[in-house]
């Protein structure tokens, strides 16, 4: 597969470290401390004091945020090469969102004071953020307007494509994803997925790709 299709995929995700020049690549690192987290384990939970950023080294991890009415929401899912905490940079100092691990994760943490120095040092990587933050954002533009524009079988469809081209499990049944909503019974009764306790199976990928018109 050619590097360009590697770091840079169309869901809005960007390999940041795997796009800099290697000797760069290792500079950044020395500078970050090494973390290992177990599946489950918090990252950080929102409202916690930040004080750094994050490369994703291995593993998935998923984002949430709290409204004050007690409500939660999804907000993002994450993976080997994405950069961690970029929404907390100039903030007051806390953390907006709640980042839980999927699968066991390894990160590398930098503080905000040294990615600065380094963003600062290395064009090539500010350029990467940029970029990475660039894809991130219209993502989520494109997402808005999804929301906005299409029915919800057709929302949900794509989302779970998409969703399936980044954590996707192959398995003899179809693509598993760890994801559930009671608003899928439709999709069920169509026989284009099956679920089970912590798992949601792809068994008709045609189907959903003509219900989300993407055929």
Known sequence: MPLKDRIVRADGHLDVLGSIPPIYRSTVL?????????????????????????????????????????????????????????????????????????????????????????????????????????????WVAQLAVTLETQSAPERICGLLLALSERFGVPSDDGVMRQFANATLQDLRKRGLIASGPHSLVITGREGLERLARYA
């Open 30 to 138: 020395e500078q970050c401390e090494r973390l290992d987290f177990a599946k489950g384990a918090l990252i950080w939970t929102q409202g916690q004091p930040a004080g750094y950023v994050a490369f994703l080294i291995s593993g998935k991890a998923m984002s949430s945020y709290q409204s004050l009415n007690g409500k939660t929401g999804t907000t993002g899912f994450w993976c080997a090469g994405d950069l961690l905490g970029a929404a907390d940079l100039g903030s007051l100092s806390t953390r907006q969102q709640t980042v839980r691990c999927l699968d066991a994760c390894v990160i590398r943490t930098l503080s905000f004071e040294r990615f600065d120095e380094l963003v600062r040092r290395f064009p090539e990587l500010a350029a990467a953020v940029i970029r990475a933050l660039s894809l991130r954002l219209r």
